[in-house]
């Protein structure tokens, strides 16, 4: 049974300003794409196929001599989108995982735990863990001021999703029919009325985001002593 990791790493990483597209930014002495993909190979992946902006797909090419490389869009689900025509061309794949190249550190256990719930018949999958902080909903008192607490949100009934996200490849393919613009492969699927299983997702799968997150991965990096 074929598994084929579709990884969007085509982002310009406004948020982490480091000068770079985010994917092609150094996380101890390698690129945060290359951590990214040494993961999904560890994980028993049969094929990835990584997106990137048209002006490092070169670069990319050389970095990761075992993937296909596609040139992503303006936006993740475009990109998403480029690299299932890619692998639809390319792979008769049973599972398909979408994986942010931005989370890099993402341990080969996780891959599997996804793989395995799509195996075992859902067809769609994503990692949750659940919210540490009170969350409050807030409304502006007028322009430019405080904001106003208006409730307290329970957060025992909500999950901070990440990826690894699975599907079986005809639920990924109507979720993306539509052309949707959500911000993960999931609120895709769920707009298209597809039902989506969470399982335990794990700290170490974070989203390199901003300059705070890039200096954890590097913190935990030399912690672990990995090369
Ligand atoms: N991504 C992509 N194509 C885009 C936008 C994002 O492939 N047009 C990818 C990113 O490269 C990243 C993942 O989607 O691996 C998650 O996106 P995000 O963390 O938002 O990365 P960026 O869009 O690069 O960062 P920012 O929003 O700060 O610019
Ligand atoms: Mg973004």
């Given at each position: 049974m074929s598994t084929v990791c579709l990884i969007p790493?085509?982002?310009?990483?406004t948020r982490l300003?480091?000068?770079?597209?985010k994917a092609f930014v150094d996380l101890a002495g390698q690129t945060i794409l290359e951590r990214a993909v040494r993961g999904v190979l560890e994980a028993d992946v049969d094929a990835v196929v990584v997106a990137v902006p048209a002006d490092l797909v070169s670069e990319a090419q050389v970095l990761l001599p075992d993937c296909h490389v596609v040139v992503g869009g303006a936006e993740r689900s475009a990109s998403v989108r480029a690299c299932i025509a890619a692998a639809t061309a390319s792979f008769d794949a049973e599972v398909i995982l979408i994986h942010d190249a931005?989370?890099?550190?993402?341990?080969?256990d996780l891959f599997r735990r996804v793989v395995d719930a799509v195996r075992a018949g859902a067809p769609a999958v994503i990692p949750g863990v659940p919210v540490t902080d009170t969350l409050k909903a807030v409304e502006p008192v007028g322009v430019g001021g405080p904001e106003r607490v208006v409730a307290t949100v329970?957060?025992?009934?909500l999950r901070a999703v990440q990826t690894p996200q699975g599907f079986a490849p005809d639920a990924l393919a109507r979720a993306h029919a539509a052309g949707g613009h959500a911000t993960d492969d999931a609120g895709l699927a769920e707009e298209a009325g597809i039902p989506v299983t969470v399982v335990p997702g794990d700290l170490?799968?974070?989203?390199?985001?901003?300059e705070w997150d890039l200096r954890l991965a590097r913190m935990l990096l030399e912690a672990t002593g990995v090369r």
């Amino acid at each position: 049974m074929s598994t084929v990791c579709l990884i969007p790493a085509a982002g310009a990483g406004t948020r982490l300003a480091a000068g770079r597209p985010k994917a092609f930014v150094d996380l101890a002495g390698q690129t945060i794409l290359e951590r990214a993909v040494r993961g999904v190979l560890e994980a028993d992946v049969d094929a990835v196929v990584v997106a990137v902006p048209a002006d490092l797909v070169s670069e990319a090419q050389v970095l990761l001599p075992d993937c296909h490389v596609v040139v992503g869009g303006a936006e993740r689900s475009a990109s998403v989108r480029a690299c299932i025509a890619a692998a639809t061309a390319s792979f008769d794949a049973e599972v398909i995982l979408i994986h942010d190249a931005a989370r890099a550190l993402t341990p080969p256990d996780l891959f599997r735990r996804v793989v395995d719930a799509v195996r075992a018949g859902a067809p769609a999958v994503i990692p949750g863990v659940p919210v540490t902080d009170t969350l409050k909903a807030v409304e502006p008192v007028g322009v430019g001021g405080p904001e106003r607490v208006v409730a307290t949100v329970d957060r025992s009934v909500l999950r901070a999703v990440q990826t690894p996200q699975g599907f079986a490849p005809d639920a990924l393919a109507r979720a993306h029919a539509a052309g949707g613009h959500a911000t993960d492969d999931a609120g895709l699927a769920e707009e298209a009325g597809i039902p989506v299983t969470v399982v335990p997702g794990d700290l170490m799968a974070f989203k390199i985001t901003t300059e705070w997150d890039l200096r954890l991965a590097r913190m935990l990096l030399e912690a672990t002593g990995v090369r």
